[in-house]
């Protein structure tokens, strides 16, 4: 049986850290291998929306075991690291939540950093890219930003949670955008309810 390929996580600055949590958290679940790159202003974005300070409380929020077994972090700083290398394979990338200036970065191939390196690595080789934006108001700059990365081949997925399974919580309705960037990478999954049309 062939080894699962592992999935690319990159957090950044946006805000909607419950979702990257919940990702990554999930993802552990799940078992799938996850390379985990948190930018400077991502830590800062963990801190502030979920109380996360550092490594080690995320470990703890994901759990220790489940962490260790599933999920390697790489330093945004290190362009040098597994992620920045189109030879070294992986399942696809997912940038959640994802800044302006990091849609920016890709949209035009800076990578001045890992997440953007790995996500220039993801374009370049053909492998699903997924953005997770959720600024608001988008001005025009923005727009034509994340046109340029979708005709590059990403998919912008933004933090847009629906309202038709009548959510009670917050958590369901990041769940919502969470089940929908697992449907993406074809991860199996039980959060969220799934359309039924009109059957009662």
């Not at 080690?56 to 759990?63: M, S, T």
């Not at 200036?101 to 996500?119: D, F, K, N, Q």
């Not at 309202?163 to 969470?178: M, N, R």
Request: proline share 6%; with cysteine; glycine share 8%.
């Amino acid at each position: 049986m062939t080894a699962r390929l592992p999935v690319v996580l990159a957090i950044t600055g946006a805000s909607g850290a419950p979702y990257a949590v919940r990702l990554l958290e999930v993802l552990a679940q799940e078992g799938v291998p996850t390379w985990l790159i948190v930018s400077s202003h991502g830590w800062r974005l963990l801190q502030t929306e979920s109380g996360i300070e550092n490594l080690e409380a995320l470990r703890v929020w994901v759990g220790p075991e489940r962490f260790d077994a599933h999920v390697r972090v790489f330093d945004d700083g290190d362009r040098g690291a597994l992620p920045a290398s189109g030879s070294a394979r992986s399942a696809g990338m997912v940038v959640c939540p994802c800044s302006m200036g990091t849609v920016s970065a890709i949209a035009h191939g800076t990578s001045r950093s890992l997440v953007e390196r790995a996500a220039d690595v993801a374009l370049k080789e053909r492998r699903k890219l997924l953005l997770v934006p959720r600024e608001t108001p988008l001005s025009l700059v923005h727009l034509e930003n994340m046109a340029a990365v979708t005709r590059a081949g990403a998919i912008v997925l933004p933090a847009a949670p629906g309202f038709y399974h009548q959510p009670q919580s917050i958590a369901e309705l990041v769940d919502f955008v969470v089940a929908r960037i697992l449907d993406q990478l074809d991860v199996d999954h039980r959060i969220g309810k799934r359309w039924g049309g009109d059957e009662p």
